[in-house]
């Protein structure tokens, strides 16, 4: 899951499967880590696993909004692809020994990706430099 504000991955999970209950743990991190606000919309693709009855539960319990894309439209997830790109491109396409392997590979990838690596789009910070002080100036404002 990635915030479309600070393009930080806020919830992530691996499994040997794409079921529903695969994103639901991804969305179940999100939420422990406070990270998703109420009325927050949850934007996918067409996915089964994203569309499923289990999957629409789990984001209303968290009072969140479902969103899906056109059939046929890249550009709706153009931030998700970007992302998945990027991490290709730079974590390589090593074949990991184990599945704990890689998992290791890809969450330290993410801690990476969200505290150090400088994004453009993000006027060369990082993505948790962003949510930290968008969540101080609000605080400011309050």
């Known amino acids: 899951m990635i915030d479309l504000h600070t393009r930080e991955v806020i919830g992530h999970a691996m499994a040997e499967h794409m079921r ?20 927050a919309i949850f934007h996918t693709d067409r996915g089964s696993q994203y569309t499923s009855q289990r999957f629409r539960s789990a ?7 479902p969103s899906v894309g056109r059939t046929g439209s890249c550009f709706d997830n153009a931030v998700a692809e970007s992302f998945f ?9 090593t074949v990991w020994a184990t599945r704990d392997d890689a998992r290791s590979d ?3 990838y993410l801690g990476y990706y969200n505290h150090d690596r400088l994004h453009s789009t993000l006027n060369y910070r990082t993505p ?4 930290v002080g968008y969540r101080q100036s609000l605080a400011l404002v309050a």
């Open 20 to 39: 529903a209950e695969l994103v639901r743990d991804a969305l179940d991190l999100a939420v422990r880590r406070g990270l998703i606000s109420d009325d």
């Open 128 to 131: 948790h430099e962003v949510r």
């Open 85 to 93: 790109a990027t991490l290709k491109t730079e974590i390589g396409t």
């Open 106 to 108: 890809v969450f330290a």
């Open 59 to 65: 984001l209303s319990g968290h009072g969140m909004r």
